[in-house]
């Protein structure tokens, strides 16, 4: 006898209770309804959204320690890491630079702040005060000083990327020197300490649409959805020039890895779509590092190229600034120069590495480049107060590929890439598995033997 099909509704109800995808994009339609219709009730979920985000938050600093530890041991060697890092930077800054001058370019030919005859003493400047909280971006060299732990509790408890990778570095490099027969059961536990943090992970994940659905209930609750009719030029301008820049990205993913950024747009579409929700990509870091792990990255690469790039490769962040700083000064009439938009361009470079968890940080790095400009009136900034949350989507999920990208790239050039599992993986070919679901526990590594002294030849190579 034939098999019975089953009905619509029936697989209807299958997909939803077994994709994590369909249930993200139905509690983001549902949250759109809710903060439309009843907008003191979308505000009152909120804490749903925030909730998860703190809890997501707790999992990443020991996971980031964790992967790295046990990628640097894995690999086996420390000047490779040191050279995937610097390839990183080199990578994040020509990445920030395109997207920097992309935005500039497209401000320049689309004009969107061009005859709204703004004048700026009517504007309310105490209002930037309050978003920013009266804080300041950190100098280059707070910055740096602030990369390094004074405290290894402390590291963890702030939730500092940047610290935690330092310790997580030289926990790595001890580890390398002592190698195997001095300390045979350190690595083994960091690795089944990850296994804890992913599985903590994978139960945190199940509560993704409620926390899509507060967040956007919320946000269209508070914010509601006339910013997109006073400001439309200027957020159709900032998403068309984010599209251009993902395809310019896609492009030299192509080139360097034989990759399609698009079949790993498909491959990634439940946490995207959960970055969306959220408007957070760090909700999402650790499925992100488990989905490159698996299309053929590295551990050492991931560990080291993704946290990193949270604080240093800021492509939609980028695009934001530049359009927003020229759709200011076109809003209130100045003209900006070639040499001053290329002073955009330098100080925005400069202020974009120090933006990551700064509350507000992108009114802190306008009003210092409206500042450096010396044209434009500092409470002119106060314009992008009504779209500021709006461009959330843009700035997440252009960061999120872009640092996506950015692993691949150097992994590509380190050799630190498996291209026929990627491949395959992003062909459907091999299916993605959570590690918390796996049957199989991860066979446990090697140290590197212990390095004996150098020879005086090898100290002078």
């Excluded at 702040?113 to 920013?132: C, F, I, R």
């Amino acid at each position: 006898m034939p098999q019975s099909v089953p009905s619509l509704p029936r697989r209807a109800a299958r997909v939803l209770r077994t994709s994590l995808f369909a249930q993200v994009a139905c509690a983001l339609v549902i949250g759109v309804v809710v903060g439309r219709l009843w907008p003191h009730a979308g505000t009152a979920v909120q804490p749903l959204g925030d909730g998860f985000v703190r809890l997501i938050k707790a999992m990443i600093a020991p996971l980031v320690f964790c992967v790295v530890v046990a990628g640097i041991t894995k690999a086996g060697d420390l000047k490779a890491f040191g050279r995937i890092g610097l390839k990183a930077l080199l990578w994040f800054e020509v990445a920030t630079t395109v997207a920097l001058v992309v935005g500039l370019l497209a401000g320049n030919l689309a004009g969107p702040g061009v005859g709204m005859n703004v004048d700026p003493s009517k504007l309310d400047a105490s209002a930037v005060a309050d978003k920013t909280g009266g804080g300041s971006l950190p100098s280059t060299g707070d910055f740096i000083l602030h990369s390094l732990p004074d405290s290894a509790v402390g590291a963890f408890a702030e939730n500092s990327l940047l610290q935690v990778l330092v310790l997580a570095c030289l926990v790595g490099a001890a580890l390398l020197h002592l190698g195997n027969t001095k300390v045979p059961a350190i690595l083994p536990a960091i690795e089944q300490g990850q296994e804890v943090v992913f599985a903590v992970v994978g139960f945190i994940m199940k509560l993704a649409p409620l926390a899509v659905f507060g967040a956007t209930a919320h946000l269209v609750g508070e914010y509601g959805l006339g910013a997109l009719s006073t400001y439309g030029k200027l957020i159709g301008v900032c998403y068309a020039v984010a599209v251009v820049f993902l395809v310019l990205l896609g492009l030299a993913m192509k080139a360097v890895t034989g990759l399609s950024l698009w079949k790993f747009v498909r491959y990634t579409r439940e946490e995207l779509l959960l970055a969306l929700g959220t408007a957070s990509s760090e909700t999402v870091m650790p499925r992100m590092m488990q989905k490159l792990r698996h299309a053929g990255c590295r551990d050492d690469a991931v560990g080291l190229v993704l946290p990193t790039g949270y604080s240093f490769n800021l492509d939609g962040a980028s695009i934001y600034l530049s359009i927003g700083t020229l759709f200011i000064a076109q809003a209130v009439g100045v003209d900006l120069s070639l040499g001053q938009q290329i002073t955009v361009v330098v100080v925005l470079m400069l202020t974009s590495k120090g933006m990551a968890g700064v509350p507000g940080s992108a009114f802190l790095a306008l009003s210092a480049t409206a500042s450096a400009l010396g044209v434009i009136p500092a409470g002119a900034v106060a314009l992008l107060l009504g779209v500021d949350r709006i461009m959330d989507a843009m700035r997440v999920s252009t960061n999120l590929l872009g640092n996506c990208v950015a692993v691949f790239v150097v992994s590509r050039w380190e050799g630190a890439l498996d291209t026929v599992k990627a491949k395959k993986v992003l062909g459907g070919e091999i299916p993605f598995v959570p590690e918390e679901d796996r049957d199989e526990p991860a066979e446990a590594p090697e140290l590197a033997k212990p390095r004996g002294p150098k020879s005086a030849a090898e100290s002078v190579g």
